[in-house]
């Protein structure tokens, strides 16, 4: 059993995700537009990585006898200028959502509520991984500038990246 003020905080947490989720399509599309079809490919893995962020919090809030609530109806960005605009939108995004668990976790551990510290364990260290990654590919991004074949080298390195879904009972 979890508190209600832990299942209001978890619902809202679970709409950032779904809107994760959306924001990492909108850049799928724009990547495409622009002819980058491998930063397209990794936005696409990025969005199935976040409908699999989604779907941990709705089966642990479901898990503990609450129902979800669905309803963020926010406007989705999808104007970007280009290849660094994108990933420099991303690690921001992300460093907030990482803010966010923390401050979840925070809830937890003011609660005792030793059950939802252990769920949200596996999301602190996801968003270490996370930030890394878009570092990562900023710094790349950086170092190439207008170098349209380091940018290409770039984008096909980004065409690579493959989603590898959970186990099953991770989001059951
Ligand atoms: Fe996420
Ligand atoms: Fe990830």
Redesign the pocket.
Known sequence: MISKNMTAALNTHLNRELYSAKLYLSMWSYANCAGLKGAGNWFMVQYQ?EMVHFMKFNAYVNSQGEQVKLGMMEEIPSEFTSFLDLFEKTLAHEQSITGWINELMDLAIQEKDHATQIFLQWFVT?QI??EENDREIIGKLKLIGDNGQGLLMLDNELAARIFVPPPAAATA
Request: aromatic content about 0%.
């Open positions: 990585e996801e991984e996370e």
